[in-house]
């Protein structure tokens, strides 16, 4: 498992120290399962390192994210127009086609390979050649599968919120927006541990002040 989180940071262009580093991470299992199992309200994580006197509550809310994926995350172009016919040869590919066929996601596939293999090339000039087109090829294939998926409805933006309560009694909350539901996870994991933190906090607070 480690090795293909490597890999997938390795062909976003991470040094192989980082790479290495932020494959080796420790996973926290909290049980969180899936994200809409908190679009209905709230819900107690179990945090087995939480004092007995605090309790942690999650939940999620669809966001009416403005942007869309690929604005921001690709070499190449998303082309989404009334569907018709194309010309072979032109190295579009279709990703999906929506509102009852009316409209076509195309991605610019060739043009994708092409500059991010320049990207490769500038920035990872110690690689050997085919080394760099293999991972150039892999973060296209990768761009397009996530494209492909978020027209598919398989993810959409989110946002996370993070409560702490002390006795019953909210006292701290942070929440993190714009957090892609298919890798949602991660950021409430970091949530859990700052509201974690908070507590570690408050319970160092009262200890010398006694108000906790």
């Not at 997938?8 to 926290?28: F, M, N």
């Not at 809310?61 to 082309?79: H, K, L, Q």
């Not at 090339?121 to 294939?141: F, H, N, S």
């Amino acid at each position: 498992m480690r090795n293909e989180i490597y890999k997938k940071y390795r062909a976003q262009g991470y040094e192989a120290s980082e790479a290495l580093r932020l494959a080796r991470l420790p996973k926290h299992d909290y049980g969180l399962g899936y994200y809409y199992d908190y679009m209905q309200g709230a819900k107690t994580i179990d945090v087995p390192e939480l004092a007995p006197e605090f309790e942690i509550q999650l939940e999620c809310f669809y966001e009416d994210y403005a942007e869309v994926p690929w604005e921001y995350e690709t070499n190449g172009e998303v082309i989404v127009d009334r569907q018709y016919q194309e010309e072979s040869g032109n190295g579009n590919v279709e990703m999906w086609r929506g509102d009852r066929n009316q409209y076509s996601y195309r991605y610019a596939w060739q043009e994708a390979v092409r500059k991010t293999r320049k990207e490769f090339d500038e920035y990872r000039p110690k690689w050997g050649k085919t080394m760099r087109q293999d991972y150039a090829l892999e973060r296209v294939r990768s761009d397009f599968k996530h494209f492909r998926d978020y027209c598919r409805d398989d993810w959409a933006y989110i946002w996370i919120k993070a409560t702490l309560l002390w006795n019953g009694k909210e006292v701290a909350e942070e929440s993190f927006g714009g957090i892609e539901s298919s890798d949602w996870q991660f950021s409430a994991e970091e949530l859990v541990w700052q509201m974690i933190r908070e507590s570690k906090a408050m319970i160092y607070a009262g200890s010398t002040v006694g108000c906790v």
